[in-house]
């Protein structure tokens, strides 16, 4: 069974960087591809980015390259990094494990970021 | 890339079918054949029902289907139970590479 489940510091001030943690078990994340999705308070899904089992990342232009995801092998974990946070960014992040093309069908519960002063 | 169009909200009775559409342009929905759909309930993780437009992964009900005619995907539920009363997600690939979302529906079962 795999679970994944995010974690992070909920309160993130502006101008400060996001650091979210992806903890996963059930399964070796190395063979898989991986993505971060968010949805801010009242509106959809927005895709983040996405990790290859080779490695290789791509990520939503509208973040203006602010994005890093990064993979820990060692630790069953995946990593999303954001920088210069502003309110716009507050949301409800996901990870989850899938295709990036085709879907992904495996998913955390979310954690909340909330960016304020 | 603009997120996809779908209905805010769609309602229905038990036992009724419902169709929720998803509108993109020619650069996502309208050229690939990646549409997906998640059902998101309150408090847990979305789940992927429809994926490639049409296939359901294994352990979702047969009473959801997926279709696209040109740059419109829609979702099917057919006979309706309380238990689908949740937000739809649709997606679809997109020629920047990445997918794009569309804003979600609220299905309420009457």
């Known amino acids: 069974q795999v679970q994944l489940q995010e974690s992070g510091p909920g309160l993130v001030k502006p101008s400060e960087t996001l650091s979210l943690t992806c903890s996963v078990s059930?399964?070796?994340?190395?063979?898989?591809?991986w993505g971060w999705i968010r949805q801010p308070p009242g509106k959809g899904l927005q895709f983040i980015g996405h990790i290859f089992s080779n490695g290789t990342t791509n990520y939503n232009p509208s973040l203006n390259s602010r994005g890093t995801i990064s993979v820990d092998s060692a630790n069953n974990q995946i990593s999303l990094r954001l920088t210069s946070m502003t309110a716009a960014d507050t949301a409800i992040y996901y990870c989850?494990?899938?295709?990036?093309?085709?879907?992904?069908?495996?998913w955390g519960r979310g954690t909340l970021v909330t960016v304020s002063s | 890339q603009s997120a996809l169009t779908q209905p805010a909200s769609v309602s229905a009775s038990p036992g009724q079918s419902i169709t929720i559409s998803c509108t993109g342009t020619s650069s996502d929905i309208g050229t690939y054949n990646f549409v997906s759909w998640y059902q998101k309930h309150p408090g847990k993780a979305p789940q992927l029902i429809i994926y490639e437009v049409t296939n359901r992964p294994s352990g979702v009900s047969r009473r959801f289907s997926g279709s696209k005619s040109g740059n419109t995907a829609s979702l099917t539920i057919s006979g309706l139970l309380t238990e689908d009363e949740a937000d739809y997600h649709c997606?679809?690939?997109?020629?920047?590479?990445?997918?794009?979302f569309g804003g979600g529906t609220k299905v309420t079962v009457l």
């Open positions: 997606s679809s690939y997109t020629n920047s590479d990445f997918p794009v």
């Open positions: 989850a494990r899938g295709l990036v093309w085709s879907g992904y069908y495996y």
């Open positions: 059930g399964g070796s994340i190395s063979r898989y591809d």
